[in-house]
């Protein structure tokens, strides 16, 4: 049912806009190319009838970073993430990694939620004026 695919940036744009946690509008492909220009980088994209609901992009910093991820509030609870997160563990373990890191925040607590659920374990907490905006860090041991 859903499809996860190592896609090309411009997919990720037609999904971005549809996530609700994500207030930045329609960022430009460079504000994510920008990011993991020079790097090893993942970037894939769940598919539910051929509509791309979901993305993860992922890149090197020291270990494997997990840098931005999300699915459209309109498919959630079908298993997007969670395959494209089997899909990303694997093809980082097959890449010689031996753990992600990814940070969240305080106020998206279903991603908090799907983390902890998942056996991510608690690294640091960078605490902000508003507790909602704090970044959480959480690793994943892959061996």
């Not at 509509?51 to 609870?77: H, M, Q, T």
């Not at 908090?112 to 998942?118: D, H, I």
Request: aromatic share 14%; net charge positive; proline share 2%.
């Amino acid at each position: 049912m859903i499809e996860v695919k190592e896609v090309d940036i411009e997919e990720v744009l037609k999904v971005h806009k549809n996530i609700i946690e994500f207030d930045d509008g329609n960022p430009p492909k460079e504000f994510f190319e920008d990011r993991y220009k020079n790097l090893n980088k993942l970037i894939l994209v769940a598919y539910y009838k051929n509509n791309p609901i979901g993305y993860v992009i992922g890149d090197e910093d020291k270990s494997f970073y997990c840098w931005l991820a999300g699915v459209d509030n309109n498919y959630r609870r079908r298993g997007a993430l969670t395959n494209m997160m089997k899909y990303f563990m694997k093809w980082t373990k097959d890449n010689g990694y031996k753990k992600i890191k990814i940070k969240t925040r305080n106020k998206f607590r279903e991603m908090l939620n799907y983390l902890v659920k998942s056996g991510w374990q608690f690294m640091n907490v960078e605490a902000k004026e508003n507790a909602k905006d704090n970044r959480i860090e959480l690793e994943l041991d892959l061996i």
